[in-house]
């Protein structure tokens, strides 16, 4: 059977593979989209998607109901259960095996890039990972790479034949720089 590669091979080049992206990626942190629920302590105005500021229940029933956590009273103004937002959210998210790559279109990565104004840091982030991640990155509300939040530039794309495809996910940081509270500026 000239020509032909077994199924041992094919499995050994696999295995061998996932060894390889397994030694070189890194672990990205990718947040979904928050699930939102009402409030059950207070009334949502939809007009201005935010708490009506009163109370869906007396007194009387917060202590029947005995559950300080869900049911608190108040007379108007801000929900203690939810800060006035009017609903509860609850945070997703899901750790990735990505190959990281920063600056991708400098020929040096990670390197510092000299400017007149100062030093400055990569600001793109290239991830390439399994097609499989496609719907949680075209969904994400943003992805922590080496802890900085970064936002996706552009769609993900897949590039590859079959499945031989890569998903590549290009990234920029959302950080502000920290200012220096104690440097003195002048107005010139």
């Known amino acids: 059977m000239r020509g032909k590669i077994s199924s041992k091979t094919k499995n050994r080049f696999k295995n061998s593979i996932r060894s390889v992206i397994k030694g070189l990626g890194r672990k990205v942190l990718v947040y979904k989209k928050p699930i939102q629920n009402e409030c059950q302590n207070c009334y949502f105005d939809k007009l201005t998607n935010r708490s009506s500021g009163k109370c869906k229940w007396t007194i009387e029933e917060v202590e029947a109901k005995n559950d300080p956590t869900n049911y608190k009273w108040f007379r108007n103004g801000r929900c203690p259960i939810c800060s006035g937002k009017g609903y509860l959210e609850v945070k997703r998210k899901s ?14 990565d990670n390197s510092l890039t000299y400017t007149p104004a100062g030093i400055e840091g990569a600001t793109l982030v290239q991830l390439k990972t399994d097609p499989k991640y496609y719907d949680l990155f075209i969904n994400c509300v943003s992805i922590v790479v080496d802890n900085i939040e970064c936002k996706l530039s552009k769609p993900p794309t897949l590039r590859g034949l079959g499945n031989k495809s890569v998903l590549v996910i290009v ?8 200012t220096d509270n104690d440097e003195i500026r002048k107005g010139y």
């Open 95 to 108: 750790w990735i095996s990505c190959l990281v790559t920063w600056e991708p279109n400098m020929r040096f």
């Open 171 to 178: 990234a920029f940081t959302a950080e502000k720089l920290k």
